[in-house]
Structures are given as C-alpha cells and as structure tokens.
C-alpha cells in the first residue's frame, strides 16, 4: 500500500522559514517525480513545485519562485518543500504527490498518488 504522510506544517510568521517533508512508502520512491500542490480556503487545489525522479530538473510556480525550494532524499524516501520568506497568500493546506512519470509535470491529474496534506498558516 502506497502512502504519503506529510509533516512539518504549522504557523509561521511572514518573512520567517518552514520546512515541510513528505515520506514515501510502498514504492519505488527513486523512479518517480513528485510534487507539491496546495489549496486555500475556497480555492481550487493550485501547483507550487515539482521534480523529476532523478532530481535533475524542478518547476516551479511563477508566485513561490526564489522563495521556495524542492528537494528530495531518494536514500530517505522523503521529499521537502523549504519556504523562505513566506506571505500570507502562502497560507494553504500543502499536499505531495507521486507519479510515475519521465518529467516533473506540473498538472495534479498526472499524480498517482496523495498525500493527506499539511496546513500552513502564515501571518502577517
């Protein structure tokens, strides 16, 4: 059985830094691209990051770029999303997601798997 199981959100002041990790389990962490997407109240779920399998090539959302950064672990089976300098507008539940995939594509139908999601709440 796949899982997810997000960790590390949280209130943060703007300005400040948080680091939110996503642990995988039941798959072949190393060949598949993951993401992270987030959505706010009465918004629809939103891309923020993503990464190829190998590490090799990221994306990200013209609102989070410079600030935020993924990473992953493939010996850990864990990836992160750091978000420096967060806004309020950051203020969202973040979820990962895993697809099989041979680029890191930024649309959330191409993600197989989910995770439960983590909130994170910035303030001004």
């Known amino acids: 059985q796949v899982q997810l199981v997000e960790s590390g959100g949280g209130l943060v002041q703007a300005g400040g830094s948080l680091r939110l990790s996503c642990a995988a389990s039941?798959?072949?962490?190393?060949?598949?691209?993951m993401s992270w997407f987030r959505q706010a109240p009465g918004k629809q779920r939103e891309f923020v990051a993503s990464?190829?399998?190998?590490?090799?090539?990221?994306y990200y959302a013209d609102s989070v770029e410079g600030r935020f950064t993924i990473s992953r672990d493939n010996a850990k089976n864990t990836a992160y999303l750091q978000m420096n300098n967060p806004e309020p507008a950051d203020t969202a539940v973040y979820y990962c997601?895993?697809?099989?995939?041979?680029?890191?594509?930024?649309?959330?139908?191409?993600?197989?798997?989910w995770g439960q999601g983590t909130q994170v709440t910035v303030s001004s």
């Open positions: 990464m190829t399998w190998t590490g090799g090539s990221t």
């Open positions: 039941g798959l072949t962490f190393s060949r598949y691209a």
């Open positions: 997601a895993a697809g099989r995939l041979a680029y890191a594509s930024t649309r959330s139908s191409d993600y197989t798997y």
